[in-house]
């Protein structure tokens, strides 16, 4: 059963592919980078936000692209490594690459559990609070969240805990709200539900985590101008993502809390925005192995390269070759009607002479036959019976 799926899948173009993937993973990132470092200063959060996304969509697009135009190992081919090895080490990388999947997918399933948990446990918040918010967004009470946090995205709810309403001035948590409101005005749920399933599916490579974390960086960066806006005061939201410092988010993230990305980096570019530089480049550790990516996929695709079907031309002999070739001649196709002829051919009264003076025209003249051509007994049937039935009664 496993042997027929993944031959139907096709096990070693989807290993070309994962392998493939090495090098153009690092190459998106580089470009990403560098694209990032010349316009980081000019791009507000929400330019920066849609540059990190568009990265990650190329990542994702990057391996479909590259599996379909793979040709499939078939026909004579020009190998430079044994096949046999080549067919041995691709489906294990596709078997490593599946229960990677698998797992980051269980790890999903589980954030989307703990996420139907949460709600399950809420209850309404107060009256009053939830007025303040846009329908059909609910504002509920949950034991088990330490900041606010969105769930859901066609139902959307925001989270708080237990002491939000009482450990809090009014104005912290009018700051603190508008935030979870951005992110529901901003479709962030849904955004960050396929964030996560492109993790999942491309976690091997060092340079999607990268990107996946700037995406999330930029997305608070983004909710908390809006939040700064509605609430015209950066000092007051500052001082209210200041009590959230010490609060460390859930383990398994299945929301957006309102303490995501590096809260200390938040709260100085609310303070000191002109002296805030954004980090374009990735840690030293991921660095070094997007380099070692990238060279592991250069030799990859100079291997495949290698290993790719190489049609052998047809060598012509030119002085075989007859360039004056004689024309066709069809059969002819049998007449429908035999003539009297051909029936008489098969019979044992055939007669030539007979045949022939029947096969004269009747305007030509019949043509006189030499008595020595007839032998007996045609000459006595010609000079007596014939002369005979010829000759008029009474006579």
């Given amino acids: ?32 980078a560098m694209l990032r470092r010349l316009l980081g200063r000019s791009l507000s959060a929400q330019g920066r936000y849609v540059l990190s996304c568009s990265a990650l969509v190329a990542m994702a697009v990057a391996p479909p692209l590259t599996f379909v135009p793979i040709p499939a190992a078939n026909g004579r081919a020009l190998w430079t490594v044994s096949p046999a090895e080549s067919q041995r080490l691709l489906p294990a990388v596709v078997a490593l690459w599946l229960l990677g999947v698998l797992a980051f997918s269980i790890r999903l399933f589980g954030g989307w559990r703990f996420a139907a948990r949460l709600r399950a446990t809420a209850h309404p918040a ?40 009482t450990g809090l001035p009014a104005e912290h948590i009018t700051a603190l709200l508008a935030h979870e409101m951005a992110h529901i005005r901003r479709h962030d749920y849904l955004a960050s539900i396929l964030q996560s399933i492109a993790e999942a599916v491309l976690f091997y490579h060092p340079a999607v985590w990268w990107i996946s974390e700037q995406i999330r960086a930029e997305r608070e960066l983004c909710c908390d101008d809006i939040a700064v806006a509605a609430s015209g005061d950066a000092v007051t939201y500052a001082h209210a993502l200041a009590e959230l410092e010490s609060r460390q988010p859930s383990r398994l993230k299945p929301a957006l809390a309102a303490n995501g990305g590096s809260l200390v980096n938040r709260i100085r570019r609310l303070i000191e925005p002109a002296n805030t530089i954004a980090d374009s480049l990735p840690g030293p550790g991921a660095a070094w192995a997007m380099i070692l990516l990238w060279a592991a996929g250069l030799g990859v695709a100079a291997v495949h390269g290698a290993q790719q079907p190489v049609s052998t031309p047809r060598v012509v002999n030119l002085n075989s070759v007859n360039l004056n070739p004689a024309p066709v001649s069809w059969p002819p196709l049998p007449s429908p009607f035999p003539t009297l002829a051909s029936k008489a051919r098969n019979t044992l ?47």
Avoid: C
């Fill in 1 to 32: 059963m496993m042997v027929n799926f993944l031959s139907q899948f096709q096990v070693q173009k989807l290993g070309w592919t994962l392998l493939h993937f090495l090098w153009q993973g690092t190459a998106i990132a580089l470009v990403y």
């Fill in 349 to 395: 009264l055939y007669d030539p002479v007979f045949s022939a003076q029947l096969a004269r025209p009747r305007n030509q003249g019949a043509a006189p036959v030499d008595d020595n051509e007839l032998q007996l007994p045609w000459r006595k049937w010609l000079n007596e019976d014939v002369t005979y039935i010829a000759k008029p009664s009474g006579s």
């Fill in 126 to 165: 107060p009256a009053g609070w939830q007025q303040t918010l846009e329908r059909p967004v609910r504002l509920l009470v949950s034991p088990l969240v330490d900041v606010p946090t969105v769930i859901g995205w066609l139902r959307p709810a925001i989270l708080v805990p237990v002491e939000f309403f």
